[in-house]
Each structure stands twice: as C-alpha cells, then as structure tokens.
C-alpha cells in the first residue's frame, strides 16, 4: 500500500469522529461559558478644556489617561443556540490622569495630577451568526455599561501645584463587542474580543481654592484574550 492510500485511508476512518467532535461542540441552550485572561483598556479620550472658574476655558488644554491591563472575566447564559447574554468583570482598572497644553505662565500646572480606578462592569447580548457545527465560533455583541470611578488621588506633585481634592463621575454608555470562541474540545476554549464601550466623564479638582473642571470622552478600545470552559 502507497504512503497516499494509508493517509487517504486514516483520513476516512478519522473524518467520521472528527466531525462528532465538531457537532458535539456546537453552544446550545442553557449553556453557561465562564472566560478569564488578559484584558487591556485602551483610552482614545476626547477632552474638553480645562474650565477654571477664574481663568474660564483654557484654550488648547486637556486631560489625558494611560491605558492599563488587568485580569478579565466573562461569565455568558446562552438563552438559544444562537443567542446569549454575557456579563463582562474584571479587576480594578488603575489609570495615571495628566494635565496637558496649559499654556505661557500656566505651563508648570502640565504633568501628572492624579490617579483613579475604576470597574466597568458590561451587560451584553450576543449572537452568534454562523452554523454551530464547526471549532469555530465568531460573534457579535451589543449592551449597556456603568463604569465607576474610585480612588481618585492627586499626585504629590500636583498638592505641591496648589491643587486640592479630586473626583470623577460615574457613566452609563453602550457597548460594542466583536469576538470569537475557538473549541479545543467540548468544553475548553480559546477567546478573543474586541470592544467599544462609550464612557463619559466630568473631572473636579480646585486649584488655589478655585473650582476647576474638565469634561473627557473616555471612549476605550477594551481588548481580551484569554480561555474559556463551557458548563
């Protein structure tokens, strides 16, 4: 027998458990998909300027963030076959706040003025669009978020500017998910998602005394990958 008709022939007689094996990881009803890994937030703020109450709106001010890492979890019921409502969590989020384009004398407040956390907890359904016989599994998502801020503190260099007290607002906003699950087996999976979460806030701190505001678009690209077990 030729090495082409021994693999054709271990071809046939693999191809009928192989595909058992893929009907078998189609998601079905009632399915419930724990994921955990990395989940990166990704600012892409859009802010507004910096409004002192002495000073007014400051032109070509702004506040900026830093993007931050941590570990993501989703937890996901399929309520069909084809359709599933998913909780996004994950660990506190840390991002480094600065003050940017102060200009002429005010330039020494530019630099970093604080540190905040915040969770963004994203409710969510999600469809799956393609036939669930295959390893293969991308989907679509859309939802509402709340994120909360927490733990805001003002750097020691921006006490030392005469800065005081700091807060920001929590934001309600929708979401946007694209991502796909790809079956080891039955049950283990590996994930990959991308989101747009709408995230709008309003920032206060005082400076000698003085209210100072600044409305921001947090407006994060939130990325995951990680594994995935299905119940």
Do not use: C
Request: hydrophobic share 40%; no cysteine.
């Amino acid at each position: 027998m030729s090495r082409f008709t021994t693999q054709l022939a271990a071809g046939l007689l693999l191809a009928p458990a192989l595909l058992a094996a893929s009907v078998a990881q189609a998601h079905q009803a009632g399915d419930i998909i724990v994921r955990a890994g990395a989940v990166t937030v990704d600012p892409r703020e859009s802010s507004s300027r910096i409004d002192h109450a002495v000073l007014g709106k400051v032109p070509g001010s702004k506040a900026t963030l830093d993007s931050d890492t941590q570990l993501g979890l989703n937890f996901m019921y399929m309520l069909t076959d084809q359709v599933g409502i998913e909780l996004l969590a994950a660990t506190p989020f840390s991002h480094t706040v600065g003050v940017k384009g102060m200009p002429g004398p005010y330039a020494g407040l530019n630099g970093k003025l604080g540190d905040i956390k915040h969770l963004p907890p994203t409710l969510s359904a999600v469809w799956y669009p393609m036939q669930q016989q295959s390893a293969f599994k991308p989907y679509v998502g859309a939802g509402l978020n709340y994120t909360t801020f927490f733990s805001e503190n003002l750097s020691s260099e921006a006490k030392g500017k005469g800065f005081s007290g700091f807060s920001l607002d929590d934001s309600w906003g929708l979401a946007f998910q694209v991502g796909a699950d790809y079956m080891l087996n039955d049950n283990l999976m590996i994930n990959a998602q991308v989101r747009y979460i709408d995230i709008s806030t309003t920032g206060r701190t005082r400076l000698a005394g003085d209210r100072v505001k600044v409305d921001v678009d947090v407006d994060p690209m939130v990325y995951m990958v990680g594994l995935g077990y299905k119940f």
